[in-house]
């Protein structure tokens, strides 16, 4: 497509519950990137794919949080038994190669809220 | 370790001023320096990078940023602001030996008054 595309653009959920986040990469673009942006702060890093290779899951910040993608393709970040502090918008991002020379280009981002 | 500083949450300046949102940042290496502008209800957009040469590093929307290394500063400025320029800012870095991903600042909300 276009540009990045995430889905569902909000999400309200119960504590306890699980729920899963869509991205959709541009197409061709090797690396995908998925931040979280809590209320007045900065971007935080979750994980970073890199065509087959091994993610990078340094900054997933408990093991309720995973995420997937085959090759080059959809990723999905998973948050289990969701918590209030999990509130937050979710922003994936993609790459060609590497953002060091390409620079990211950023979907609109899934706010998810925990009640 | 890498990191960013914003050191102002707000900065407010007049329509047609020049207008300067501040970055600091500390890498390892040498650094990859980034901002990306976000506007209401929009991603990201990226606006400018440096990697290496010139100090000066032109971008989208009039904007420019100048990288300092003595004062490990990326500041980005305009010479003349617009009302449409209002939007929240980030600083991002990343370096030659670090890893793939931008660390990002907490965001400077610019806010242009007519």
């Known amino acids: 497509g276009a540009g990045v595309s995430q889905s569902p653009s909000n999400k309200v959920t119960e504590k306890g519950k699980d729920v899963e986040l869509r991205c959709d990469p541009i197409?061709?673009?090797?690396?995908l990137y998925w931040y979280r942006q809590r209320l007045g702060q900065g971007l935080e890093f979750l994980i970073y794919f890199q065509g087959n290779s091994a993610p990078d899951k340094s900054g997933l910040p408990s093991d309720r949080f995973s995420a997937e993608r085959t090759g080059e393709s959809v990723s999905t970040l998973t948050i289990q038994r969701t918590q209030q502090e999990d509130s937050a918008v979710y922003l994936c991002a993609s790459s060609f190669k590497t953002a060091l020379n390409y620079g990211y280009t950023f979907g609109s981002g899934t706010r998810l809220t925990v009640v | 370790a890498q990191s960013v500083a914003q050191p102002e949450d707000q900065v407010k300046v007049a329509e047609g001023n020049p207008l300067t949102v501040k970055c600091t940042y500390s890498?390892?290496?040498?650094?990859?320096l980034f901002w990306y502008v976000q506007y209401p209800n929009r991603g990201l957009q990226f606006l400018l990078k440096y990697i290496t040469g010139d100090n000066l590093v032109k971008g989208s929307y009039g904007f420019e940023a100048e990288f300092n290394k003595s004062q490990t500063s990326f500041h980005l400025k305009k010479p003349s602001a617009l009302v449409s320029d209002s939007a929240l800012y980030f600083c991002a870095v990343s370096s030659t030996t670090g890893a793939n991903n931008l660390f990002f600042g907490t965001g400077t909300r610019l806010t242009v008054i007519p």
């Open positions: 890498v390892s290496g040498n650094p990859y």
């Open positions: 197409s061709g673009h090797t690396a």
